[in-house]
Structure formats: structure tokens, C-alpha cells
């Protein structure tokens, strides 16, 4: 089958999209016509091409919005797993997202779990004494988002309880923003056990365990959902683009988005760092609307990228978004 739009397909879209914000403007009467008539066109011309609904997700996000409701009426055919689109599974997550984790904090394995890093911290002497227990390491590293390196205790320790003064330290020197990030909350060098035992932050480290327990379970929902959510409580911290290149969550969610390659990450640093430089101002991140905006645009993406890996085809939604350029 030939991959070129038939003509009076583009002219449709053209023609609604020109149409649409004409209706937008004028407030004037719903586009339902509108929409039936370029959804049937496109649909009957895309249905044999696997990843289509992906493809055109990102296409009319790009022309409307993410979060625009011809956008949502077009595409909320119940493709997904729980019959929500990736911005659809955002917004019920993000609505939830409270009484969500108040139901993980009391489950009975998180519960043991958090109950039994409380009572090592309280119960210990040395900083070192918290540092070799396994269960402290899990819930201190996972309510911090670096689940990922438990198991590594050495490094861990050796980081934790670095001079921060030190420029040469090992929190300061290694490429991974969130080991400085996770050492300078702490300080054990500076605080030993008072800042960690202290009843609010214990508490606080609890119930960031449940909150990111509770995230890493979006993902059978959408892929990327977990993601997605980290990045948006943290979003307003990005000031550079190496702290985003150290930071596993927000490298992924910004170089879907944008439409990099994971491919980059064996160009050298300077190659990533004009990448993303090119493409984005990083001060956008502190506008709520555009992080919102963003996060949606990197669930669309991300879900084209899952759909286009489980098949043959090429990644046409990689294509759509590297094509959109300096959108951002």
C-alpha cells in the first residue's frame, strides 16, 4: 500500500482544521459534522495500517492541542487496555491519585514494609547501622525515585555520606543529578540520624514509598504513565539541560516528546545537549499548563513508540513529532 495521503484526505483535515477554529473563535455550533465526516475519510484510508490511531493521535495533537475534545472524540475509541487514551488515563490517574495512594499505604505488604523501615530507623545508632538494612534502603531509595539502585549498597553508603563542601565528592562528581539531589535532602555527613529520624520526615518518606508504589502500577494502564506523573512533581526543578540528561525520568519523558532517538544517548555529551537545547526552552517548565501540555505529548508518543515496537512497521508517530521541529 502506498504511504501518501490520497488528496481529498489532506484537503479534509486541512479543511477541518482551518474550520474548526473558525467555529472556536466564533463560538458557534459543535463540530460534530465536521468530525464525523474527517474521522470516517481517515479512518476507512488508515485502518490497515497498524499504528494508525497512534499516528493520527499525534497528527491532530499537533494541529489542536493534546487536550483538545476533537482530539478526544476522535481518538477515545477504546484502543487502549482499559479503553481510555494515554491523556484520558492521565487526567483519571491525576484525579484518583489521593485516595489511590491512601488505599496502597494500607496494604498489607506495603504496610509491613513501611512499618518495618520505621522501626529501623528509630532503633538505630550509627548511620551506617540504617544504611546496611535492606528494607530501609528499599523505601528511602523508592520514595526518592531511585528504586533502581537498590541493591547497590556500597555506592549508596559511599554517596549518602559524602561531603557535600567537597566539590570532588562523589555526590558532586557523579553524572546522575539525583544521587546530589538524594545526599543533599539527607546530609549524613552534616546531620547523621537527626534529620532522617525526625517524625516529619519519616512520614514523609512513607508516604512518598506508597505514592511511588502506587505510580509504578500505571504503567499496565499506559505505558509511560508512571513516568509521566513523577516528572510533572518535578517538572518546575529543571534548570539545565545536563541535570535532565542525568535524570533518568525526565531524559525519558522529554526526548520522547520531542521526538529524540534513544539512539542519542551514544552521541557524545555535546551532541545531547543541543538535542534537547534546539528543540525546547527548559523555562517553559515552569508554566503548569505547558508541563501539562508536555506530559500529554510525551504519553502520546510514548504509546506510539510501544505500538510501533510490537510490529513491523516503521515508528510513524517518532516521525510525526520529530516533524512538528522546534514546536516547543
Not at 200 to 229: F, H, K, M
Request: glycine share 6%.
Amino acid at each position: 500500500m502506498t504511504s501518501q495521503w490520497p488528496e481529498d484526505v489532506g484537503e479534509c483535515f486541512c479543511a477541518a482544521r482551518e474550520r474548526y477554529h473558525v467555529l472556536e473563535i466564533c463560538d458557534r455550533q459543535p463540530v460534530a459534522a465536521i468530525l464525523e465526516r474527517v474521522s470516517t475519510r481517515i479512518a476507512r484510508w488508515f485502518r490497515p495500517m497498524s499504528g494508525s490511531v497512534s499516528y493520527l493521535t499525534s497528527l491532530f495533537s499537533s494541529a489542536f492541542g493534546s487536550g483538545d475534545p476533537l482530539l478526544n472524540a476522535l481518538y477515545s475509541t477504546g484502543s487502549w487496555s482499559t479503553g481510555q487514551t494515554p491523556v484520558q488515563a492521565l487526567t483519571s490517574a491525576e484525579q484518583n491519585q489521593t485516595q489511590d495512594i491512601k488505599l496502597t499505604a494500607a496494604q498489607p505488604t506495603v504496610q509491613h514494609t513501611i512499618t518495618a523501615f520505621t522501626q529501623a530507623v528509630t532503633g538505630a545508632k550509627t548511620v551506617a547501622q540504617i544504611l546496611a538494612n535492606p528494607t530501609v534502603m528499599k523505601v528511602l531509595l523508592t520514595a526518592n525515585g531511585m528504586s533502581d539502585m537498590v541493591g547497590y549498597t556500597a555506592l549508596v553508603t559511599k554517596v549518602l555520606t559524602s561531603n557535600l563542601a567537597d566539590p570532588n565528592s562523589l555526590a558532586n562528581t557523579l553524572p546522575d543529578t539525583r544521587w546530589k539531589t538524594l545526599a543533599q535532602t539527607y546530609d549524613f555527613a552534616t546531620n547523621g540520624l537527626s534529620g532522617i529520624q525526625n517524625p516529619t520526615t519519616l512520614a514523609t518518606i512513607a508516604n512518598g514509598y506508597a505514592q511511588v508504589t502506587w505510580q509504578t502500577t500505571q504503567d499496565s494502564v499506559t505505558p509511560g504513565l508512571s513516568n509521566a506523573l513523577a516528572f510533572k512533581t518535578k517538572a518546575a526543578t529543571i534548570t539545565s539541560v545536563d541535570q535532565v540528561l542525568g535524570d533518568p525520568i525526565m531524559r525519558d519523558v522529554i526526548t520522547t516528546a520531542l521526538g529524540i532517538p534513544k539512539q542519542i544517548a551514544f552521541q557524545t555529551l555535546n551532541a545531547q545537549e543541543q538535542a534537547i537545547s534546539t528543540r525546547i526552552d527548559l523555562k517553559k517548565f515552569q508554566d503548569p499548563k505547558f508541563v501539562e501540555s508536555f506530559v500529554q505529548q510525551y504519553l502520546i508518543a510514548n504509546a506510539g513508540s510501544s505500538t510501533a515496537s510490537s510490529s513491523s512497521t516503521p515508528d510513524m508517530i517518532t516521525l510525526a513529532v520529530q516533524s512538528r521541529g522546534n514546536f516547543f
